[in-house]
């Protein structure tokens, strides 16, 4: 099984080409609101290394984190799909930052926090419900970000998800998770439902 990994959810973004479960290429930048800019070059790299190798899967991490990161990765995978035929698949990035019995949180900005709970469920809750929470935290933020908060069960701070363990989160699904997965639209995780602004005007009437 050879896969093309793109984690692009998160400032410090990777790629990652695996040939049979054996990665053969991998990059890294940090990437802020440029996301583009760095991926296009890694991916030729990584084309370079696939060379005549036939390209079974395209993993993007589809979140939680920045929206626009994941959409520059999702339309990436599109156009390498298109071309190679490969299945393009998105794939929750905290999979591979959870351990059992523990739950992921990040600043989800407006005052709440997103939070994945040990179930898998991702949902934003406020200071107060974050306050509450019974299982071993592990966060994505700097470290001291959620010390205002005073969590007594805060273990692990500044984890990031990576191509690589997209990679591994793959792999370690049987195969009907891989069915479902493949099987669902390839697109950004939401905590919150998208906001759509209507257009100003028609568009006949522009």
Not at 15 to 22: D, I, R, T
Not at 77 to 97: D, K, M, Y
Not at 130 to 144: D, I, K, N, W, Y
Request: hydrophobic share 45%; proline share 7%; with cysteine.
């Amino acid at each position: 099984m050879n896969i093309l990994a793109i984690e692009t959810s998160v400032p410090q973004a990777s790629l990652c080409l695996s040939l049979g479960a054996e990665p053969v290429f991998s990059a890294e930048w940090e990437a802020e609101r440029n996301h583009d800019a760095h991926l296009f070059p890694a991916l030729q790299g990584a084309m370079d290394a696939l060379g005549d190798s036939q390209l079974d899967y395209i993993l993007v991490g589809a979140g939680p984190g920045s929206y626009g990161g994941v959409r520059v990765a999702l339309a990436a995978g599109v156009g390498i799909a298109a071309v190679t035929g490969a299945r393009l698949v998105a794939v929750e990035s905290w999979a591979q930052l959870a351990e059992p019995g523990a739950c992921v949180v990040a600043d989800a900005r407006r005052g709440g926090w997103t939070v994945r709970q040990p179930d898998g469920r991702i949902e934003v809750l406020t200071p107060e419900q974050l306050q509450a929470l019974t299982c071993p935290v592990f966060s994505t933020e700097v470290r001291g970000k959620l010390a205002h908060l005073n969590l007594r069960n805060l273990q692990k701070e500044e984890l990031q998800p990576t191509a690589r363990g997209l990679v591994d989160t793959w792999l370690n699904m049987n195969q009907e998770e891989q069915a479902a997965a493949a099987a669902k639209p390839a697109e950004p995780i939401y905590v919150r439902p998208p906001h759509i602004t209507a257009a100003a005007r028609k568009p006949w009437e522009i």
